[in-house]
């Protein structure tokens, strides 16, 4: 083959190549780097109010994307527990359900038959467009 042939079958493969790639995802997602299967609950601002929604369940070692696209907000909130009783939270209160939700507004939440739930806050950073939060075993969940 002479060096143009050559030349023309490394670009058609570096075009195949980047055809077949995926575009890099800009999304929220969370990791479980625990020994235990969590449940997961997300909390953020949509521009117009707060939106808590939930479960997404994932099994040991396993990753989820919570949120597709680039990110919104500098802080999103979070609420994981574990199927041993282990729990991840926090001081900012939001409304949860039993079953799979999504809810507007975290305001009166017993009052409209939802459970009240403290999440914790993941700061993002200013510009950050995507983010993977690292839930750990903790000493003391």
Same mark, same amino acid.
Request: charged content about 25%; glycine content about 10%; proline content about 1%.
């Given at each position: 083959?002479?060096?143009?042939?050559?030349?023309?079958?490394?670009? $058609?493969?570096?075009?195949?190549? %980047?055809?077949?790639?995926?575009?890099?995802?800009?999304?929220?997602?969370?990791?479980? #780097?625990?020994?235990?299967?969590?449940?997961?609950?997300?909390?953020?601002?949509?521009?117009?109010? *707060?939106?808590?929604?939930? *479960? *997404? #369940? %994932?099994?040991?070692?396993? $990753?989820?994307?919570? %949120?597709?696209?680039?990110?919104?907000?500098?802080?999103?909130?979070?609420?994981?527990?574990?199927?041993?009783?282990?729990?991840?939270?926090?001081?900012?209160?939001?409304?949860?359900?039993?079953?799979?939700?999504?809810?507007?507004?975290?305001?009166?939440?017993?009052?409209?038959?939802?459970?009240?739930?403290?999440?914790?806050?993941?700061?993002?950073?200013?510009?950050?467009?995507?983010?993977?939060?690292?839930?750990?075993?903790?000493? #003391?969940?």
């Amino acid at each position: 083959m002479d060096k143009i042939g050559r030349r023309t079958v490394a670009l $058609c493969a570096l075009a195949a190549a %980047l055809i077949a790639a995926e575009p890099a995802s800009a999304d929220l997602r969370m990791c479980n #780097n625990t020994g235990n299967r969590v449940s997961v609950a997300l909390a953020y601002t949509n521009g117009e109010g *707060w939106v808590s929604e939930g *479960w *997404w #369940n %994932l099994k040991s070692l396993d $990753c989820a994307t919570l %949120l597709r696209g680039a990110l919104a907000a500098q802080y999103y909130y979070l609420y994981a527990m574990d199927e041993r009783g282990g729990e991840w939270k926090g001081k900012a209160f939001m409304c949860t359900s039993d079953r799979e939700f999504k809810i507007d507004g975290r305001q009166d939440c017993f009052v409209r038959g939802y459970d009240r739930t403290g999440f914790f806050e993941v700061d993002t950073g200013k510009d950050a467009k995507s983010w993977t939060v690292q839930l750990t075993d903790q000493a #003391n969940p």
